[in-house]
């Protein structure tokens, strides 16, 4: 079946991103990512704290990996293309994923600043994929202002809901020609498939993995939803319908 | 002299070379990424830079992030 997800002319292998917040240990995330399969990689850009310099996550991350960094800590359009063009320069990847947010408690995405710091940062050569608030004129907004697909929210970040904002994905699926990545809330491998399944392009985990007994075994869990997800999108899901149709022929009973 | 280091008030020599401030601290140039006064300076420019009074220093890694 040739069925590439394709980014920003990038042919990618596979329709998982890994995030690699939360993990107890950094030793794991090498393993975590191969059994995913996952191509592209989310990462952090912080302060080094003096007293206690910590290893850097790049090393380990696999080489092959697209490196995305995200632009969390901004709070404001200004501070997410500076964390971008600082994060550039350190790891040389184009890819960024904007993350503008404001609101602590449920750590919602501010859409308005996103689009103002993806057409910066468009304009200046990134390969943007914001993260948002899914809402279809926003996205449409993103799209003309460059961005090489949106990741609209499942649910808030590391809650493990799932699919909650399920109905206003499914409409910017049909309407944007755009991949579109589900991001954040996501919590079990069946949520998972269930964005596969809707014609989500790819979706991006993190916590659900992180903070699974077995990071290993869970990222492969995803790898296997992703798939089958995907699969049965491209196969066409047969209609729901509200009564009962017989799966045996209805004649020639013996009776 | 006094400059700002990651948003803290930090007491340096006078006359030191950004370089030597980071290898003061132990920092690998290949693993972190220096932002002076509000440029991105690549390593093999640290040695040249001699900091002075004010000055500001954000230095920053990669860490997990999703």
Not at chain 1, 49 to 76: H, Q, V
Not at chain 2, 14 to 26: A, P, Q, R, S, V
Not at chain 2, 45 to 53: A, D, G, R, T
Request: charged share 25%.
């Amino acid at each position: 079946m040739d069925d590439k997800l394709v980014i920003a002319g990038q042919e990618l292998s596979s329709r998982l991103f890994i995030g690699t917040g939360k993990f107890h240990s950094h030793r794991v995330i090498p393993e975590v990512i191969n059994r995913s399969g996952a191509q592209v990689v989310t990462v952090a850009l912080r302060r080094v704290n003096l007293d206690y310099p910590e290893e850097n996550m790049l090393n380990y991350i696999p080489d092959g990996c697209i490196i995305m960094p995200n632009t969390s800590g901004a709070r404001n359009a200004e501070e997410a293309v500076r964390i971008a063009r600082i994060a550039r320069a350190a790891c040389g990847s184009n890819w960024i994923k904007i993350e503008v947010i404001n609101d602590n408690k449920y750590l919602l995405p501010d859409n308005y600043e996103t689009i103002k710091a993806t057409e910066i940062l468009v304009k200046e050569g990134f390969i943007v994929l914001p993260y948002m608030s899914p809402d279809l004129i926003d996205a449409r907004r993103l799209r003309d202002a460059g961005a090489a697909a949106v990741m609209p929210l499942g649910a808030p970040i590391g809650t493990n809901k799932g699919l909650k904002a399920r109905e206003l994905i499914k409409i910017m699926i049909d309407e944007i020609d755009l991949p579109v990545i589900v991001d954040a809330g996501l919590g079990r491998p069946s949520h998972a498939a269930e964005a596969m399944e809707m014609g989500a392009a790819a979706v991006l985990v993190n916590t659900a993995i992180a903070t699974a007994d077995d990071p290993v075994a869970m990222a492969e869990a995803f790898s296997l939803a992703v798939k089958a997800g995907r699969m049965a999108y491209l196969a066409g899901m047969g209609a729901v319908k509200e009564y009962a149709e017989a799966s045996s022929p209805l004649t020639g009973f013996l009776r | 002299m006094q400059i700002t280091v990651n948003g803290q008030k930090t007491t340096v020599n006078e006359g030191i070379t950004l370089y030597n401030f980071l290898k003061d601290k132990g920092l690998d140039p290949q693993k972190v990424v220096v932002e002076h006064n509000y440029r991105i300076v690549r390593s093999e420019e640290w040695q040249n830079i001699v900091l002075k009074e004010n000055d500001n220093l954000e230095i920053l890694k990669f860490v997990g992030g999703g």
